[in-house]
């Protein structure tokens, strides 16, 4: 039971840090997954098979690899969801550069992460 909930609360976090720039998405699927392969194989197979969660977990449980239209979409995201409020908000300086230095950090991470396409050209 702890494990279900532990992995729908992991669940409703990524789907949140799809809109917040703070909030990862991809760790928290992969948490989620973790729980429900302990919890419930039900829950399991539903994330594994789902077509938007599925092939990001598979990818990173088999090949720990992240695909590059996964990174092209989470730098997208990063860009348009720090840059809008910095663009149309009116925030204090050291709120802006923070905001940016986290979405910079983000960014270098996902892309420091091995695609698909690199590990196919290095064999």
Known sequence: MFYNVAG???V???????FLPLLPTTPFLLLAALCFSRGSARLHKWLLEHPTMG???RDWNERRVIQPRVKRVATLSV?????GPLVF???HRV???LSVLVGVIVIVMIHRQPSRRTLENRK
Do not use: D
């Open 8 to 10: 729908s609360v992991c």
């Open 12 to 18: 409703v976090l990524a789907f949140l840090g799809l």
């Open 55 to 57: 092939p990001i977990i």
């Open 79 to 83: 860009i348009v969801l720090v840059g």
């Open 89 to 91: 908000g009116n925030f």
């Open 95 to 97: 709120l802006q550069i």
